[in-house]
């Protein structure tokens, strides 16, 4: 038998004119997640339905959940619109769920107001049926053990159990493109799995400094990245060197102002990039408060550099926040590897908080900062990440 999943969408609904674009997004979304399944997706009244092998289901309900837009999904059974074959549906459904459970409810939502029965009166009819069938089970509506959920439809009747959580949002790809800073921590990919629930496409920027960064740090950013397409996304990847910016500065800036001026090139890069790419804003896993470089008088002197928008989806969390949203987008695991990141190495003893633009722009006069930004860019490498 072939699986049928029901997907909900939420807030694209409400968008008005946009609604058809988004939809469409969705669409494309969900058939791209699903393309490594033989799964066809079809919509109808407000829902995406996909139909697709049973013995895949489970991989492509994890697969579905992740999808921005998404809010859940369900298995789903349809019968004819007739209260006998609901019911006959019902009374499977608890046959198999019966055993170790010992109370339920059902659940009806009627859109088709054709239908003879009331959503009250379905839920007796069918409640009755379960309870005559198992006696052992008792009705609960508070907290059942399982429930059994009925929607009646203008064609036809789906009855489910769960819903899965999807990460709701908007789909990607609907409000524009922008690129991510990704580094090896923790907040980054967290920022960058926000950007994309608002409805970003995204490529990501990775700054390192082979050889004194190691390789592993590289896959461990390969790996981060390709968590973030978990959702069937495709994600290109630039991977910068700026060793030869980290010698420039060491060697001709105060040891102060050493993350200040890094910080400032990595801008720089990230801007001229996104007009190679025509990337609309860049997004980072800056926060207030967290290390020396993000107080207020930081990332404004540093942001100062460039006239692109910067988001900061991290600003308004905590860190525990941040860290229980790596964890649930798997790439805390990742993001703790202990392998060194570019800015870490070089940190002078004690870096600048409240860095002043004046001095800034003076040690920075010591750089030919257009020539060490053409030639970073010309040897960066692009890997087109995707799972
Ligand atoms: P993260 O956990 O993302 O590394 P952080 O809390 O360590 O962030 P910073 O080290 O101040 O904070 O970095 C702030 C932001 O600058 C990062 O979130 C990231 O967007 C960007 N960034 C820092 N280092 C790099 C890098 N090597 N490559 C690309 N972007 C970087
Ligand atoms: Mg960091």
């Known amino acids: 038998m072939a699986a049928l999943i029901l997907v909900r969408y939420g807030e694209i609904a409400l968008k008005g004119k946009n609604r058809s674009y988004f939809e469409k997004a969705l669409f494309n ?12 997706v079809i919509r109808k009244h ?6 697709g092998p049973a013995a895949a289901e489970d991989k492509m309900i994890d697969r579905l959940r992740k999808v921005f837009g998404v809010v859940s999904v ?18 499977e459904i608890a046959a198999d769920r019966s055993s170790p459970e010992h109370s339920f409810k059902v659940e009806t939502r009627r859109a088709n107001k054709q239908f003879p029965l009331t959503s009250p009166e379905i839920n007796r009819l069918i409640g009755a049926a379960v309870l005559k069938k198992n006696p052992h089970l008792k009705v609960d509506l508070h907290d059942p053990s399982f429930r059994i959920a009925i929607e009646i439809g203008p064609e036809a009747a789906f009855i489910f159990q769960d819903r899965v959580a999807g990460p709701g949002g908007l789909p990607v790809g609907v409000t524009g493109r922008a690129l991510l800073l990704l580094s090896g921590g923790i907040d980054s990919p967290v920022a960058g799995w926000m950007a994309l629930k608002r409805g970003l496409s995204l490529e990501a920027i990775h700054y390192h400094s082979y050889p004194y960064t190691s390789l592993r740090s590289r896959e461990k950013v390969i790996d981060l990245c390709r968590q973030l397409t978990a959702s069937g996304i495709r994600l290109p990847l630039h991977l910068v060197s700026v060793t030869e910016i980290q010698r420039e500065i060491r060697e001709h800036c105060p040891p102060e102002l050493g993350i200040i001026l890094l910080r400032r090139m990595m801008l720089r890069l990230a801007e001229e990039l996104s007009r190679n790419r025509s990337l ?8 207030l408060g967290q290390v020396a470089s993000q107080t207020l008088e930081s990332i404004s002197v540093i942001s100062e550099v460039t006239p692109m928008l910067i988001l900061r989806p991290l600003l308004g969390m905590d860190k525990h926040e941040i860290v229980d949203r790596a964890a649930q987008i798997d790439t805390y695991e990742i993001s703790i590897r202990p392998y060194e990141d570019c800015c870490t190495l070089f940190v002078p003893q004690r870096p600048a908080t409240r860095p002043k633009l004046q001095r800034v722009l003076e040690a920075e006069a010591a750089l030919d900062t257009a020539k060490l930004v053409t030639a970073a860019l010309e040897a960066a490498e692009l890997q087109i990440m995707e799972s």
């Open 29 to 40: 979304n969900l058939k791209s997640a699903l393309r490594n399944f033989e799964a066809r």
């Open 46 to 51: 407000g829902r995406f339905f996909v139909s």
């Open 74 to 91: 369900s298995s789903v059974r349809t019968t004819p619109l007739e209260i006998g074959a609901i019911e006959k549906t019902a009374l």
């Open 280 to 287: 609309q804003a860049l997004v980072t896993g800056e926060s």
